[in-house]
């Protein structure tokens, strides 16, 4: 059933298309003339390939989709370079801008998630249905195919499909991290040194050490994520609580919901479309790997397990509370940084670069407490701020692991858009 709904949205998206555009011109010197829609259809079709709200391995969803939309953006650049390009470094100014975008979309997602390929085969059929045959489309496919192969080629190598299910030595060490119910495993220890997109190296933005267990730094951060993010806490209001179940979903499909959403209604070209996903995306990915690479390397504790122990943390001013739960489950991995915050602010940061900082949006989320809500939010930045302070509202993260990922964030947003498809003189 979710296939089928797939498929019918993308043919309405795909004949509002040819309302709005005419997509049987020939290509030009400008792609601006095409509408932007085959790259969202694409993001949505790469996020229900993945599995949509059920998919579980955000890790590689984010690496998953900076692959293919970098495949879309180094395909329309070739036939109309305006920008750097990432991969694939041939031109062909013959191509249908479309076929292009479309099928190399299609063969990076068909490439990693095979199982999906009928749904995958279906929607590039929908997206090619509309191009009219001859040389140009004939082009377009190969330019496409060209672009996909070129990125699968620099990642083909980089480790991301190993087993992500680890489980640590045990600890009692006060600080040190011990999983949290329910899970039982760390997630993807080996993503600490993953190949980069953007980033020079895994290690490039580490952070600065957490507070000390000792310090009244650590005691503050500890007290309110005790207070506030407790399951049942009557000091959170109504409205906090919605924040925190609102942007509880992986950050990668909220931020490039976000992404989708404000290139609708800033009204952007086609290739200008696809430089901001690919931009948006590595930078996502990026900060999952660079939050990695802190979370392992400094090893700190959950709450959870911080506040049920806190009479071996050696600080008068905090309490232990064995029976402490947070409102939401815990992820599988270290406390600090908060990647989720981290994952918000490099968007964030790329988002305003390139399309302004005052740019206001409304979108909703599949993990809203009720279904179809809403948030509005006036800049990007501002959405940020809620994103990280939702997982102190949740009780999975303490104040200062949130505030380093969003510093983290900035970092890794504004290295990517200084370093990665700038326009040409």
């Given at each position: 059933m979710k296939q089928i709904l797939v498929l019918i949205t993308l043919f309405l998206m795909s004949a509002w298309q040819i309302a709005c555009k005419d997509n049987t011109t020939e290509p030009g010197n400008d792609l601006e003339q095409y509408s932007n829609q085959v790259i969202l259809d694409w993001n949505i079709v790469a996020y229900e390939a993945m599995g949509g709200t059920a998919y579980q391995h955000s890790l590689l969803a984010s690496r998953i989709n900076a692959m293919t939309h970098i495949a879309m953006h180094d395909a329309l650049n070739a036939i109309a370079p305006r920008y750097q390009t990432y991969a694939f470094h041939q031109k062909n100014s013959e191509a249908n801008p479309i076929a292009a975008a479309a099928t190399a979309a299609y063969e990076v997602l068909v490439n990693?998630?095979?199982?999906?390929?009928?749904?995958?085969?279906?929607?590039?059929?929908?997206?090619l249905a509309n191009v009219p045959e001859g040389n140009a489309k004939t082009q377009g496919i190969q330019v496409g195919k060209q672009a996909a192969a070129s990125i699968l080629a620099l990642r083909q190598n980089d480790g991301a499909l190993q087993d992500p299910i680890s489980i640590p030595a045990g600890t009692t060490q006060p600080g040190e991290y011990q999983v949290v119910p329910p899970f039982d495993f760390v997630f993807?220890?080996?993503?600490?040194?993953?190949?980069?997109?953007?980033?020079?190296?895994?290690?490039?933005?580490?952070?600065?050490?957490?507070?000390?267990?000792?310090?009244?730094a650590f005691a503050e951060g500890f007290n309110e994520v005790k207070r506030i993010g407790q399951k049942d806490s009557p000091d959170r209001s109504a409205d906090q609580t919605a924040i925190a179940m609102f942007w509880y979903e992986f950050s990668e499909a909220g931020w490039n919901r976000v992404a989708r959403v404000a290139a609708t209604d800033k009204k952007l070209g086609l290739l200008a479309t696809a430089r901001l996903f690919a931009l948006v995306d590595m930078a996502l990915t990026d900060a999952y790997t660079a939050g990695w690479d802190s979370?392992?390397?400094?090893?700190?504790?959950?709450?959870?397990?911080?506040?049920r122990s806190a009479e071996l943390d050696g600080n008068n001013d905090t309490a232990a509370d064995p029976n402490w739960e947070p409102l939401m489950p815990t992820p599988p991995v270290q406390d600090y940084p908060s990647t989720h915050s981290a994952l918000g602010n490099a968007a964030a940061t790329?988002?305003?670069?390139?399309?302004?900082?005052?740019?206001?949006?409304?979108?909703?989320?599949?993990?809203?407490?009720?279904?179809?809500?809403?948030?509005?939010?006036?800049?990007?930045?501002?959405?940020?701020?809620?994103?990280?302070?939702?997982r102190v509202l949740a009780g999975i993260h303490f104040r200062f692991s949130c505030e380093k990922g969003q510093e983290l964030g900035n970092q890794i947003g504004k290295w990517t858009v200084e370093h990665h498809l700038k326009p040409v003189e």
């Open positions: 990693q998630l095979p199982t999906a390929k009928h749904m995958l085969d279906s929607s590039l059929a929908v997206s993807a220890p080996f993503w600490k040194t993953m190949q980069p997109f953007s980033l020079q190296k895994p290690e490039q933005f580490r952070i600065a050490p957490q507070p000390a267990l000792n310090t009244q979370k392992f390397h400094y090893n700190f504790w959950r709450p959870y397990t911080a506040i790329v988002l305003t670069a390139i399309l302004g900082e005052n740019v206001g949006f409304t979108m909703t989320s599949p993990t809203a407490q009720v279904p179809g809500s809403t948030r509005s939010f006036y800049s990007f930045l501002e959405a940020a701020d809620e994103n990280a302070d939702s």
